[in-house]
């Protein structure tokens, strides 16, 4: 089994309309009710509401793949909870930040980089398959719509990307790296841009599949932490 956690800042859903709409239980509960039917997955959500943001120790040593979801609140998750996660990455847990949650604190400081981007509010999407022979996406066509997005648009400011699964291209004119790959020493990173709170992008059947694949590309069940010290000279010793 691949323990998936959900963090969801839980936000949006609460107080906008078009947004409790869409995920009135939020959109970790959503996406968890669309995991469901995954014989090889169990589902965890947690949100800002629980203590240390539900992301213990204890859950995290429980958890192979964490999701993210954040935008306005990004600033009310504790440092040390970044620290916590950012370690757990390292270590091995795979980690896969959706849509505005290209500002967390978490990926910032695994990509180093400020992750800005241009944006602008409901645009349709066409989202390109360009590498199709990998596992994130397998059974997703040349390319899909979305006939709603927010546009988020290049220069985005990350460090070179392993791969590029997928290109988004908007109908005002824009193109973006729309899903990413990145490795940070034991753990496996996909950032996936679709998925602003207004529009109905996890009720999309390829972005549910794209996310299904993710999780199990994402998975890897060592968790190892190189350690720092001194050494004697392995010509030496006996
Ligand atoms: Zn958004």
């Known amino acids: 089994m ?8 839980f936000l949006h859903e609460k107080y906008d309309g078009e947004a409790k709409r869409l995920y009135p239980e939020g959109i970790h509960a959503h996406i968890q009710s669309f995991l469901k039917s995954e014989q090889d997955l169990t589902v965890y959500t947690v949100t800002l509401d629980d ?3 539900g992301l213990t120790e204890e859950v995290l040593e429980n958890t192979d793949v964490l999701l ?4 306005m609140g990004h600033h009310l998750v504790p440092d040390e909870v970044v620290e916590r996660v950012w370690r757990r990455v390292l270590d091995g847990m795979g980690f896969i930040p959706l849509h505005s949650g290209h500002h967390s604190k978490v990926f910032r400081r695994l990509m180093g980089t400020t992750c800005n ?4 509010e409901n645009d349709r999407e066409r989202i390109w398959t360009v590498s199709p022979g ?5 059974g ?3 390319y899909f719509e979305l006939e709603h997005e927010e546009m988020y648009g290049e220069p985005f400011a990350i460090p070179e990307p392993d791969e590029v699964i997928f290109l988004g291209w908007f109908a005002g004119g824009e193109a ?3 899903g990413v790959t990145f490795r940070r020493e034991n753990g496996r990173i996909f950032y996936f841009q679709p998925g602003h709170e207004d529009y109905p992008s996890f009720h999309n059947d390829h972005v549910q599949r794209i996310i299904k694949n993710a999780i199990r590309w994402a998975y890897n069940p060592v968790r190892y932490r190189i350690p ?4 004697p000279s392995p010509e030496q010793g006996h």
Request: include cysteine; hydrophobic fraction near 50%.
């Open 140 to 142: 997703i066509p040349a």
């Open 228 to 231: 720092c010290p001194w050494a």
């Open 68 to 71: 993210w979801w954040g935008h």
């Open 51 to 53: 203590p240390e943001c």
């Open 117 to 120: 981007l241009h944006w602008r």
């Open 176 to 178: 973006f790296r729309a």
């Open 2 to 9: 691949i323990r998936v956690t959900i963090f969801n800042e």
């Open 134 to 138: 990998h596992p994130i996406a397998a």
